[in-house]
């Protein structure tokens, strides 16, 4: 019963530590507002799924789309990486991505896709080296984008953040895994010291095109 005491205690322990040490490290390079927003030549678009399990536009999708497009028109951003899972024929969150950034004016040629974009720790390491960007702009939900930075910190990346305008009316479930996903990212960072699931061959972006 003592052993059962003590391991509850250690994994609260570890989930709190782990939540405070992403947060309040990453806390100067999340931003809320464009004008205080530092210029980027690219941008990191973290995936989600269009379309929830029921059917229903996914909010999360487009309220990042809409962040990103504010950025580019706002001169914030030149180019984007839209990083996500292509797992199966009939799932591309990257081409989803594209095709949403087009019908808001955003020009096709400032668009490159990652496909290998399974999880965060994926697409943030992706970033620099396949697409060799040492230097970018995260955008995803505030909750999402502390976790990435983190771990653009912990690779020796240079990051910040813009967090997609709050969805009005979310359930808490996305934000309250969270709180675990961080963990996790400590965990696979220093502890199991894992990588992207695939790396391949680099991609040059023109940021002349």
Request: hydrophobic share 45%.
């Amino acid at each position: 019963m003592t052993i059962l005491i003590l391991g509850f205690f250690l994994i609260i322990g570890l989930v709190v530590l782990s939540n405070i040490w992403v947060l309040n490290s990453t806390q100067f390079q999340v931003f809320e507002e464009v004008g205080s927003l530092p210029e980027n030549k690219v941008a990191l678009v973290l995936g989600t799924s269009p379309i929830l399990p029921n059917g229903r536009p996914n909010l999360y999708f487009k309220s990042r789309i809409a962040a990103a497009a504010e950025l580019y028109h706002a001169g914030k951003v030149e180019h984007f990486i839209l990083s996500g899972d292509n797992g199966t024929k009939i799932y591309n969150e990257p081409e989803a991505m594209q095709a949403a950034l087009v019908k808001l004016d955003v020009p096709l040629e400032k668009l490159t896709l990652d496909y290998a974009g399974f999880r965060t720790l994926d697409s943030v390491v992706r970033c620099q080296k396949i697409f060799g960007q040492n230097s970018f702009t995260v955008i995803s939900q505030k909750w999402h984008n502390h976790r990435a930075v983190f771990i653009a910190n912990a690779n020796g990346l240079n990051a910040i953040a813009y967090n997609a305008p709050k969805v009005v009316n979310a359930t808490r479930k996305a934000t309250n895994r969270e709180y675990l996903a961080r963990v996790k990212a400590v965990l696979d960072i220093y502890v199991f010291r894992k990588g992207p699931k695939f790396l391949g061959q680099k991609e040059n972006i023109d940021l002349n095109g």
